[in-house]
Nanobody
Framework: QVQLVESGGGLVQPGGSLRLSCAAS????????MGWHRQAPGKQRELVAS???????NLAESVKGRFTISRDNAKNTVYLQMSSLKPEDTAVYYC?????????WGQGTQVNVSS
């Protein structure tokens, strides 16, 4: 079992930055691929970024060059650094952990990009 708690969401103006954090507990963090997904109102949940246990990253085309995903295995935490935010980045952002024991989701954190 893995428990995930996201933090760092909020209201930011277009062009601004936010850093989301996802703290994991309950299992061996290092074996999991971690990811950030988002869901905007009326839309399907979509992958934003992922990072493997070995540090290999994958980013959605819509966020390449603006977002960075990283992980600190010593702190059991994964981060999503978001820059040059756009109104279309507004969504609930969810942390996900995937591994041989299953897939786990956090409760989500709201990000609003608006002037």
């Amino acid at each position: 079992q893995v428990q995930l708690v996201e933090s760092g969401g909020g209201l930011v103006q277009p062009g601004g930055s936010l850093r989301l954090s996802c703290a994991a507990s309950g299992s061996i963090f290092t074996v999991y691929t971690m990811g950030w997904h988002r869901q905007a109102p009326g839309k399907q949940r979509e992958l934003v970024a992922s990072i493997s246990s070995g540090g290999r990253t994958n980013l959605a085309e819509s966020v390449k060059g603006r977002f960075t995903i990283s992980r600190d295995n010593a702190k059991n935490t994964v981060y999503l650094q978001m820059s040059s935010l756009k109104p279309e980045d507004t969504a609930v952002y969810y942390c996900k952990a995937g591994g041989t024991t299953g897939t786990y989701w956090g409760q989500g954190t709201q990000v609003n990009v608006s002037s």
